[in-house]
């Protein structure tokens, strides 16, 4: 499973730092993202990080403002939003991937609301 937790509302500007909690398995060696779906948008991968490869890469809509991390020891994924925009209002999502961007498993969201 994967629980995501830490959305809310912040004003324009603000930061926030969303987790993501994962069971039944381990990050060792594994893709795991962060995608995002806007009302009426489609959903859109924003960042990544790759175990194996200690590799991370992020969106062009949000790098400079996002940093992804995980802490393997307690299998839990971090993504710090500073800088936020209206724009980045959405709700959040976690994915256990088999390639980059590419998930076999989702996790519940969590709801950023960015005020204008």
């Known amino acids: 499973q994967l629980q995501a937790s830490g959305g809310g509302l912040v004003q324009t500007g603000g930061s926030l730092r969303l987790s993501c909690a994962a069971s039944g398995f381990t990050f060792d060696d594994k893709v795991i993202s962060w995608f995002r779906q806007a009302p009426g948008k489609e959903r859109e991968g924003i960042s990544c990080i790759s175990d194996r490869f200690a590799s991370t890469y992020y969106a062009d809509s949000v790098k400079g403002r996002f940093t992804i991390s995980s802490d393997n020891a307690k299998n839990t994924l971090y993504l710090q939003m500073t800088g936020l925009k209206p724009e980045d209002t959405a709700m959040y999502y976690c994915?256990?991937?088999?390639?980059?961007?590419?998930?076999?498993?989702w996790g519940q969201g969590t709801q950023v609301t960015v005020s204008s």
């Open positions: 994915t256990k991937d088999v390639y980059y961007y590419t998930p076999d498993y």
